[in-house]
């Protein structure tokens, strides 16, 4: 057995683990007829189960489990009694378990040492935890814990949502990752319009703010897969006519807005959590737009209630800077999304009348002088990035009656022409990309 020592070998028997030392002897086994047979990857041999969906379950050992937790948290009970070797495994089949964690009942078992009274739970996005059961002393031990990169490349989509279609409403509108937009799907949350959104977290989304008879300050989490979730209750003070972009990577800031005209700001967790009021820097407006740039920086720009040229940008961690003024033409209610891999482009809007006009962001957040108008001139649309690869997409609006009408941006900033309306006619509405 010398000549296997440093293999990934395991001696399996009767669905228990056998263990070998440094020289390639059994330390372990379960028993009479074992079987050698080398592992490529931690979790050979297990059976593997059905997605879990459901708020509990009890696991077996020797068994794998896809846990999803889009809809709940999930409590594992482990077996009552366990063998040493006995393995069992989790893995995040969604990608929410920072969403919604799973716990474990060790059910009269220590679990790494501790008695059952401790609570044991996992909250990371794309976590695998694989668990053997050593002995009495330590218990259940996990032998992996940790998050799981994509190998394959992102796919990313966009999401329309809410808006003005003659009154408040919640309905949503999916972009694939090629870039075609998909007819309504009903409203989830409540209806309004002027509100701004965001990505957050890992592929994750957030809408929040707007007016529903009032100015309102609820958000609305968006999943991975572009569910768009329930209300939670409004933190900051409630307004419309807002902006947002992520910043920093993994998080997001809504800002400015109306109620009346501010410049404050809430910062968004990697979470999902909205925070309370940050004092306001620069100066008061709404009907603006924003994006990030440079990997993990943003822009707020243009808007009413002040000067329409003014800009100020946002770190990577959340500080807004003082006015700037490198808009080449005052506007309001444009819309922005970030192209490329990290420049980004604002469009449309208002500038005494509706326009097409366009200006590009360098990596470095410096607005370019316009690019002439390709597609219908309006105002009060939304813009997102889709596919993962670069590519933005400006849709619906406002230009005397509301539009459903798109436009694709290149991955190096190069506007399309109109795509005929799918889904509902619009103004006011939010977007941000999502997924996988």
């Not at 977290?201 to 609820?218: H, P, Q």
């Not at 997102?384 to 933005?392: L, R, V």
Request: charged share 15%; aromatic share 8%; glycine share 18%.
């Amino acid at each position: 057995m010398s000549g296997i020592i440093g293999s990934k070998l395991n001696i399996r028997g009767s669905g228990r683990i056998a263990k070998l030392g440094t020289d390639g002897q059994v330390l372990t086994s379960s028993g009479a007829g074992v079987a050698v047979a080398f592992e490529d990857a931690a979790g050979g041999g297990l059976d593997w189960q059905s997605v879990t969906t459901g708020a509990t379950l009890t696991a077996v050992a020797g068994n794998g489990y896809p846990i999803d937790t889009s809809s709940n948290a999930c409590t594992i009970t482990l077996p009552a009694s366990a063998s040493v070797g006995d393995q069992i495994m989790f893995t995040d089949y969604a990608g929410t378990w920072g969403t919604n964690n799973i716990t474990l009942d060790s059910n009269g078992l220590k679990y790494q040492g501790k008695d059952d009274t401790y609570s044991v739970y996992y909250n990371t996005d794309d976590q695998v935890l694989h668990i053997v059961y050593i002995d009495t002393t330590e218990g259940w031990m996990p032998v992996l814990d940790k998050a799981v990169t994509d190998d394959v490349p992102a796919k990313q989509q966009g999401i329309f949502g809410f808006g003005n279609d003659g009154s408040g409403t919640g309905i949503t509108n999916l972009v694939s990752s090629a870039g075609v937009v998909a007819t309504d799907t009903a409203g989830v949350g409540t209806a309004r319009q002027g509100l701004a959104a965001c990505e957050y977290g890992t592929g994750k989304g957030i809408i929040g703010f707007g007016w529903a008879a009032t100015y309102s300050g609820v958000t609305n989490l968006v999943s991975r897969t572009g569910v768009v979730a329930a209300d939670v209750a409004a933190v900051g003070t409630a307004r419309n006519n807002l902006a947002a972009c992520s910043f920093g990577g993994d998080k997001g800031i809504f800002g400015f807005g109306e109620s009346p005209s501010t410049g404050i700001t809430n910062l968004v967790s990697n979470t999902g959590v909205v925070a309370s009021d940050t004092a306001a820097v620069g100066t008061a407006r709404h009907e603006l737009s924003a994006c990030d740039f440079g990997g993990d920086e943003g822009i707020f720009a243009g808007g009413a209630g002040a000067n329409g040229l003014i800009t100020n940008l946002v770190s990577n961690t959340g500080v807004i800077a003082s006015d700037g003024t490198n808009l080449p033409t005052a506007v309001r209610t444009q819309a922005g999304c970030r192209y490329g891999t990290d420049t980004g482009i604002f469009g449309f809007g208002r500038n005494g009348t509706e326009t097409g006009v366009t200006n590009l962001i360098s990596n470095a957040g410096v607005v370019a002088s316009d690019t002439a108008a390709v597609g219908t001139a309006r105002s009060s649309l939304a813009a997102c990035e889709y596919g993962g690869s670069g590519k933005g997409i400006f849709g619906f609006g406002y230009d005397g009656s509301r539009l459903g009408t798109t436009n694709l941006v290149s991955d190096a900033g190069v506007v399309a022409s109109d795509t005929a309306a799918v889904g509902t006619a619009r103004s006011s509405v939010a977007a941000c990309n999502f997924g996988p």
